[in-house]
């Protein structure tokens, strides 16, 4: 492991801090690819030297331990100082590709960030975010990593007594849109100018060549933005609390706290338990992403243009692109989900108008797309109607998808193609909340283990994991998630 290259950035940027010693961890679980991926030796390791690694106890010898400093706009309120108050960025590790990707400790003791907070968190929501960020990855999202889960062997005081854990992440960076404006908010121009140079040469450096370089890296920033969004919206995932804090400018998600998937299909679900207004419904978050965009791009204006009103100008119409680029990336993905190759101008209504009638019969996103793929081999495929409470819904937009598949090229494999599109497997909230009670209630990570090698081949029928693609039951759903700090 090499140093953390954002620890060679100025103090100002960050806190020296190194992790809190807890008194007896336990391995939870390695994942073995990505560290593979990363030329991780964790094979080498006893469980009781990897505890000691991702617990914190043992850090590598090059390691320069740092809490970032970050500021943000938290449900559109601006918060001047948050950062890192339970998380430390160890360093730094190359994958195989050559990208260097930050491992981080979340939950592993308080920073001078920490404001009353006590910098440790518990197992639930540590568990979570270990099968949710894997998930996402399963999927094709790009997303930030999950590479060992710790339990302290301490308890964290919430609402109750909670098992303690820590988390390590690995990320793209760890740089967020509340890491540009906590500069902006000081009238650091010099630090928004070495933060933007720093995401650049990491992130973006095409960049560097521009004759614009700020304008460039704000253009392709929002274009990342708009994929992610999109992405998230073709698997019905719902990030619940974006934040300008919470959006990395790698483009990768980041924060599963009171994430969720969608079960029956909602333009208006909300899960998070603090989103009580509905800010970050799951219909809500292109536009929450282009506001929070056009917050990254206040903090740029001094380096797009000396001249406040033509960098103002230029901005805008960046942020503005925004909304055309996630309606194409969103249509690209649902002419997958569908199963069309070619490009009609009926496309995008199609989509919504099966998407309108999945909202009116409380039809499951997942189920529904997936059994979709079943009726482009058998229109007469029963598993599809089942899945509307008044079939008739179904059929009056299935005639007008047959038609538009019959101007598709023939292909015996459209079928397998759109199994690749919509995945059988998803993190649902009350598998999740069984391997929380399991793991917190009895100590049995069995569940845990069994969900995450479900949720490792999500495009995949897995008949030993069947019951996992299944929708809860009445009595188990879970309409509330929590974050967990």
């Not at 690694?53 to 601006?78: E, K, R, T, W």
């Not at 019951?467 to 188990?476: D, F, I, L, R, V």
Request: hydrophobic content about 45%; glycine content about 8%.
């Amino acid at each position: 492991m090499n140093s953390s290259s954002y620890a060679g950035l100025p103090e100002r940027f960050f806190a020296r801090v190194a992790p809190t010693r807890v008194a007896a961890p336990i391995l939870i679980k390695i994942n073995h690819a990505l560290a593979a991926d990363l030329d991780f030796k964790a094979a080498e390791l006893d469980t009781r030297a990897a505890a000691g690694v991702f617990s914190g106890n043992i850090l590598p010898p090059d390691a320069v331990p740092i809490a970032m400093a970050y500021a943000g706009h938290q449900f559109g309120h601006f918060v001047p100082q948050l950062g890192d108050g339970r998380a430390i960025l160890i360093g730094e590790m190359r994958d195989q590709a050559g990208v260097s990707r930050d491992v981080q400790l979340k939950g592993c003791g308080r920073t001078p960030y920490s404001r009353s907070g006590d910098g440790r968190a518990a197992l639930g929501p540590v568990l979570r975010e270990y099968l949710v960020s894997e998930a996402m990855h399963a999927l094709g999202i790009p997303t930030t990593r999950s590479l060992a889960a710790v339990a302290t062997g301490e308890s964290v005081q919430r609402e109750v007594a909670l098992p303690g854990a820590i988390l390590t992440r690995v990320a793209a960076s760890h740089v967020r849109v509340g890491t540009f404006e906590y500069f902006a908010a000081r009238g650091d121009v010099g630090g928004v100018k070495l933060l933007a140079d720093y995401v650049i040469d990491r992130h973006y450096p095409s960049a560097a060549q521009n004759e614009a370089p700020y304008l460039a890296l704000l253009t392709q920033v929002v274009a990342r933005q708009a994929a992610l969004i999109a992405q998230w919206m073709n698997v019905g995932f719902i990030h619940g609390v974006m934040n300008t804090d919470n959006m990395a400018v790698s483009g990768e998600t980041i924060d599963f706290g009171p994430c969720a998937f969608m079960d029956g299909f909602d333009p208006a679900a909300v899960f998070s338990s603090i989103d009580e207004r509905g800010r970050y419904a799951y219909a809500n978050q292109p536009h929450a992403a282009a506001w929070n965009l056009a917050r990254f791009a206040e903090t740029l204006l001094p380096l797009i243009d000396a001249e406040p009103q033509r960098a103002i100008t230029a901005a805008t119409e960046i942020v503005s692109a925004f909304a055309e680029l996630f309606a194409a990336d969103w249509l690209a993905g649902m002419r997958r989900k569908l199963g069309l190759s070619r490009a009609e101008s009926e496309d995008r209504q199609l989509g919504e108008d099966l998407l309108g009638a999945m909202h009116r019969n409380h039809a499951d996103f997942t189920m529904t797309f997936r059994a979709l793929c079943d009726a482009a081999d058998d229109p007469s495929a029963a598993r599809i109607r089942e899945c509307f409470a008044e079939p008739r819904d179904y059929h009056v937009w299935a005639e007008r998808w047959g038609a538009r598949l019959a101007r598709e090229p023939t292909t015996a494999s459209r079928a397998d193609s759109m199994r690749r599109a919509n995945p059988a497997y998803i993190p649902r909230n009350h598998r999740i909340e069984q391997i929380i009670s399991a793991a917190v209630g009895q100590g049995d990570f069995a569940p845990f283990e069994q969900l995450s090698m479900a949720l490792s081949k999500p495009y995949h029928e897995q008949a030993a994991f069947a019951g996992y693609a299944a929708a809860p039951q009445p009595g188990e759903r879970v309409l509330r998630t929590f974050c967990g700090t």
